[in-house]
């Protein structure tokens, strides 16, 4: 899964998420959504990105396993440094929300027990950037030349 967020984009500064979920290297899925709760950074809304995948790439897998019975290897790529770090850093004493620190705990929680390695991608490769803002013709090119016949 490849994931994304637009910090505080829409009204009433909500923020956009997306991400786009591949099973052999073809897209078999894409969401794009509007948060209910308003973020207070961009790292939030890109952990609240992240937190929305990892129940579909548990469908996915499921739905594998009912098919052909095989391991999936399950990742999470994202954009976001700091995600990644507050996934494998997180110390919920130190975090100032108590609603944003439950969900990051009980992802990473989901992470680790479901075996899901996270990694990034720089910016300008990041695919689910179209579900999340407008790009420029040029870059959606790029973004979409890959998978896109």
């Not at 308003?38 to 897998?61: G, M, N, Q």
């Not at 739905?63 to 999936?72: G, P």
């Not at 009980?106 to 479901?114: A, C, G, H, L």
């Amino acid at each position: 899964a490849i994931t994304d967020a637009a910090f505080a984009t829409q009204s009433e500064y909500k923020s956009q998420y997306g991400n786009m979920l591949f099973l052999n290297g073809n897209m078999v899925g894409a969401k794009s959504t509007r948060s209910t709760l308003t973020c207070t950074s961009s790292t939030e809304a890109e952990i609240y990105a992240i937190s929305e995948v990892i129940p579909r790439l548990s469908i996915i897998e499921l739905l594998v396993n009912e098919i052909d019975d095989k391991k999936l290897s399950k990742e999470i790529i994202t954009d976001s440094r700091p995600s990644i770090s507050s996934f494998k850093n997180v110390d919920g004493s130190k975090l100032k929300s108590k609603f944003f620190t439950t969900r990051l705990l009980r992802s990473k929680e989901e992470i680790k027990d479901q075996n899901i390695s996270m990694s990034y991608v720089n910016t300008k490769d990041n695919i689910a950037d179209i579900l999340t803002k407008p790009v420029q013709v040029k870059d959606f090119e790029h973004l979409t030349n890959d998978w896109i016949l």
